[in-house]
């Protein structure tokens, strides 16, 4: 986990409600992921940036949106369009996209 | 279209005995292949991979892992167990020569007991 914060470790989402997860990385790593992870399902990728100001969609990107103003940031936005939101969800980053992942803490989302 | 399989959801381990973790995976060309580990409630923490080079991969903790092109495999090994090598256990795979991302496993639960 080293290198890489999440924040916060855990966060309650309310009904209609966007939410922010936050991940930063000290790593000076260009590349940067976010995940999801569901009990039995392994990890789907959500959004992907590869560089400052440039992002993709991932597997399941519906319902999500990112940003990546600064090369140690990249924060995920839960909006309200996303139905099923609760799950663990996972930030890695590396020095490119074909290098090692490295990933942070984790935050779990929950519903109220 | 790339592909990793863990046939088995749970492997359960005597401490002391040999363990093994399974993985079989599917890509067009050359694989990166990558395994993972992750204790409840906290992020994953890479353990080894193989690019190219020996088949024989050693990482941390003990761990290894054999890459087997022909069997299209990459099994997690370890000569002898700990309790605390209890946790989620993650393969993943990208195809050396696409732009395409790393795709994960389910995910293997190994158990160890004392």
């Known amino acids: 986990d080293g290198g890489i914060t999440q924040s916060p470790k855990y966060l309650f989402r309310k009904e209609g409600q966007n939410v922010t997860l936050s991940c930063e990385q000290n790593l000076n790593h260009d590349a940067m992921y976010w995940y999801r992870q569901d009990p039995g399902q392994g990890l789907r990728l959500i959004y992907y940036s590869q560089i400052v100001n440039d992002f993709q969609k991932g597997d399941i990107a519906e319902g999500y949106s990112v940003s990546r103003e600064k090369k140690e940031s990249f924060p995920l936005t839960v909006t309200s369009a996303q139905k099923n939101p609760t799950a663990f969800y996972l930030c890695a980053s590396s020095r490119g996209t074909r290098e090692t992942q490295y990933f942070g803490p984790g935050t779990r989302l929950l519903v109220l | 279209a790339q592909s990793v399989a863990q046939p088995e959801d749970q492997v359960n381990v005597a401490e002391g005995n040999p363990l093994t973790v399974k993985c079989t995976y599917s890509?067009?060309?050359?694989?990166?292949l990558f395994w993972y580990v992750q204790y409840p409630n906290r992020g994953l923490q890479f353990l080894l991979k193989y690019i190219t080079g020996d088949n024989l991969v050693k990482g941390s903790y003990g761990f290894e892992a054999e890459f087997n092109k022909s069997q299209t495999s990459f099994h997690l090994k370890k000569p002898s167990a700990l309790v605390s090598d209890s946790a989620l256990y993650f393969c993943a795979v990208r195809d050396v020569g696409s732009q395409g991302n790393l795709i994960f496993g389910k995910g293997t639960k190994l158990s160890v007991k004392p």
């Open positions: 890509v067009s060309g050359n694989p990166y």
